[in-house]
């Protein structure tokens, strides 16, 4: 009582953090995901008052989590539709090979994966890697899109979930394109008008 703290709380998708006086005192990477947003602070318990200021938010844009094999034809259909429709929904697209700060890649899939709004995974090719990713994704409740062209048989695990067929041609990522825009619009609640990507 009687003493200003400095208070920063970082929400990154599902991972919290709370620094009190450059002390982190909170690392939290496990909450539920929920529709909407929200903000709260609350003083408790032999606190008759207490003043919240100055409280400044810096907001930026949501990222989706890319998950694909790293090669052609993925990597177009990733440039020429993912990618352009993911930013024009205003969400930043992340993928762990466009991530270039040393480190380790795991510990980047695990982090990006926490903090992400959304994952798209492209599951054409049985990639081990993808499928520990759209796990991972699972076991955070991330909403998860699941895209793999025409004809692809997917594994049993996979194949109750909704997936999104496409044939890579020009006229298949046009089709592509609306059905990744009517899903996302829906898994995250946001309205996504047809623009042309």
């Known amino acids: 009582a009687g003493r200003v703290y ?4 970082a929400l990154d998708g599902q991972r919290l953090q709370l620094i009190v006086d450059d002390v982190k005192v909170l690392d939290y990477s496990r909450l539920s995901a929920t529709g909407g947003t929200g903000i709260g602070l609350l003083a408790v318990r032999g606190c008759p008052s207490a003043e919240f200021g100055p409280l400044k938010i810096d907001d930026r844009r949501p990222n989706a ?19 352009p429709l993911v930013e024009e929904i205003g969400y930043e697209p992340l993928r762990v090979d466009e991530i270039s700060q040393p480190g380790i890649v795991l510990n980047d899939i695990r982090t990006q994966l926490t903090e992400a709004s959304v994952v798209i995974a492209e599951v054409t090719e049985a990639n081990p890697n993808v499928y520990y ?4 994704a699972h076991a955070l409740k991330k909403p998860t899109v699941l895209l793999a062209e025409k004809g692809t048989k997917l594994p049993f695990d996979l194949g109750p979930h909704r997936c999104i067929f496409y044939e890579n ?3 298949g990522r046009a089709k592509l ?21």
């Open 133 to 136: 990713e759209i796990g991972v």
């Open 6 to 9: 400095d208070l920063k709380l």
């Open 177 to 197: 394109l609306d059905a990744l825009r009517a899903s996302l619009g829906a898994l995250l609640g946001i309205s996504v008008d047809k623009r042309s990507v």
């Open 65 to 83: 989590f890319i998950a694909m094999q790293f090669s052609e034809p993925y990597n177009e259909v990733y440039r020429d539709a993912i990618r």
């Open 169 to 171: 041609s020009i006229p």
